[in-house]
């Protein structure tokens, strides 16, 4: 089965370091989701992509969180400087059509020391 | 604005009992329903759709869903839980006539079903 895949799976790091997480999506999708999971906040969708281009960023702090799409099988997170609060469960997902499901990958679990 | 709402953040059920995890929703247009299953350390896993169609739409793992457009609902439902179903579902919903959101999914908060022995 075609699946969405990210690494690394797991990052701990101090804070103030720079954190870069990686999502391949889905061959043929062409929306791409970051999403945060906490115990607190529950899932947040941070921003999507369409055809590469960003569609909604409105969920990221923008002073810290950069999210890019360099092509069509590779998307980044980026956080710099990290803080503590920025721990969590990062998922990345894709989709193809509009009436199409989101498949999700098994997610980044960030610890910012 | 979307909005869904799941009502209990956790259902407790015997095995072999019927489980059902409850969800209504909130769109200006048509609503698109999707149910998602999430189970420890792993990513949601999509379980069943609600486009157009028949109300009742049968999913994955033995799971269904009725849509009642009238109570704004979209309940998912098995008839006979086993242990193994016990995670974290999440219903979600977006305006089916809202193209420039593209697959935005506007997501309900979890809710967490313990299937007990």
């Known amino acids: 089965d075609a699946r969405v895949t990210q690494t690394p799976r797991h990052k701990v790091t101090e804070m103030g370091q720079e954190v870069t997480m990686r999502c391949q999506p889905i061959?043929?999708?062409?929306?791409v989701f970051w999403y945060r999971q906490t115990m607190m906040q529950g899932l947040e969708l941070l921003a999507y992509?369409?055809?590469?281009?960003?569609?909604?960023d409105s969920g990221m702090p923008k002073d810290r969180f950069s999210a890019e799409m360099p092509d069509a099988t590779l998307a980044t997170l980026k956080i710099q400087p990290s803080e503590p609060r920025d721990s969590a469960v990062y998922f990345c997902?894709?989709?193809?059509?509009?009436?199409?499901?989101?498949?999700f990958g098994d997610g980044t679990r960030l610890s910012i020391l | 604005a979307q909005s869904v709402a799941q009502p209990e953040d956790q259902v407790n059920v015997a095995e072999g009992n019927p489980l059902t995890v409850k969800c209504t929703y909130s769109?200006?247009?048509?609503?698109?329903l999707f149910w998602y299953v999430q189970y420890p350390n792993r990513g949601l896993q999509f379980l069943l759709k609600?486009?157009?169609?028949?109300?009742l739409v049968k999913g994955s793992y033995g799971f269904e869903a009725e849509f009642n457009k009238s109570q704004t609902s979209f309940h998912l439902k098995k008839p006979s839980a086993l242990v193994s179903d016990s995670a974290l579902y999440f219903c979600?919903?977006?305006?089916?006539?809202?193209?420039?959101?593209?697959?935005?999914?506007?997501f309900g908060g979890g809710t967490r079903v313990l299937v007990k022995p």
């Open positions: 997902a894709s989709a193809g059509y509009s009436n199409q499901p989101q498949h």
């Open positions: 061959l043929g999708h062409n929306t």
């Open positions: 992509f369409r055809n590469r281009a960003p569609l909604d």
């Open positions: 769109v200006s247009g048509n609503p698109y």
């Open positions: 609600y486009i157009t169609g028949d109300n």
């Open positions: 979600a919903v977006r305006d089916g006539g809202a193209r420039a959101a593209g697959n935005k999914l506007t």
